[in-house]
C-alpha cells in the first residue's frame, strides 16, 4: 500500500524545521559564549600609552584582576612599596621634632634598595611619617585636618610616633627620582614637616 504524498510532504517539512532548529541553536550558543580574555596590551589603546608595556603583568594580566597600584612593590615605575625585614641593607635614622623638622629631611638611597627607617619623636606632640606622592600627602592631611581623632599609623607607608617614643617601617624604593614623605597630623605638613628621599 502506497502512502499518500501528503504524508511525504509532512515528513519533510518536519525534518526541515529540526534541522532549522538545530543550525539556529548552533548560531545563538557561539553568538553567546563568552569571549576570551584580552590581554590588557592589545586593547585599543592601551598599548600605546607611556609605561603600559614595561610594567611587570600588563601584558598577560587576566581580566578581573586589579592594575597594580602605586605601593605595589613589584612595580618598579612606583614611588616603592612595603619591604621585608631580610631584604634590609641599611637602617635609617629620622628625628621629629615640635619644630615641625625631620632630621634628616633629604636622605640618599638606591634604587630597588630596601630600607628600615626609625623614626624618633623627640617632642612632646604626636608625630609621623607617610611615604607617598606629594598629592597623596596633601590629601591625607587634609582628612586628618578635618578628623583629627582620625587613627593613623596602621598603613603599611605609615609610622606614627608617641612622644618621646620611636616607631619604623620597611621600605623598598623604586624607580630614580624624589619620593617625598611628611607628617600629616594636622597643622605639621603645613607648618614645614616635611622631607624626600632621592633615589639614585
Do not use: Y
Amino acid at each position: 500500500m502506497f502512502l499518500q504524498p501528503t504524508f511525504w510532504m509532512h515528513c519533510m517539512f518536519k525534518i526541515k524545521t529540526v534541522l532549522a532548529t538545530l543550525a539556529l541553536g548552533g548560531l545563538c550558543a557561539s553568538a553567546w559564549s563568552a569571549p576570551a580574555p584580552t590581554p590588557m596590551a592589545s586593547m585599543p589603546g592601551m598599548g600605546s600609552m607611556p609605561g603600559m608595556a614595561s610594567m611587570p603583568g600588563m601584558a598577560s594580566m587576566p581580566q578581573g584582576r586589579t592594575m597594580p597600584t602605586p605601593a605595589d612593590p613589584g612595580n618598579p615605575a612606583s614611588v616603592g612599596g612595603p619591604g621585608t625585614a631580610s631584604a634590609v641593607s641599611q637602617t635609617i635614622r629620622i628625628l621629629a621634632d615640635d619644630q615641625m623638622r625631620f632630621t634628616p629631611d633629604v636622605v640618599h638611597v638606591k634604587q630597588g634598595e630596601t630600607v628600615r627607617i626609625v623614626v624618633v619623636n623627640q617632642g612632646r606632640t604626636r608625630h609621623e611619617l607617610t611615604i607617598g606622592i606629594q598629592s597623596e600627602l596633601e590629601e591625607h592631611a587634609k582628612m586628618m585636618a578635618a578628623m583629627p581623632d582620625m587613627p593613623n599609623g596602621k598603613e603599611p607607608n605609615m609610622v606614627a610616633v608617641a612622644p618621646q617614643g620611636q616607631g619604623e617601617l620597611i621600605w623598598r624604593f623604586g624607580r630614580p627620582g624624589t619620593v617625598p614623605f611628611a607628617c600629616t597630623m594636622p597643622g605639621h605638613m603645613q607648618r614645614g614637616m616635611v622631607g624626600r628621599f632621592i633615589v639614585d
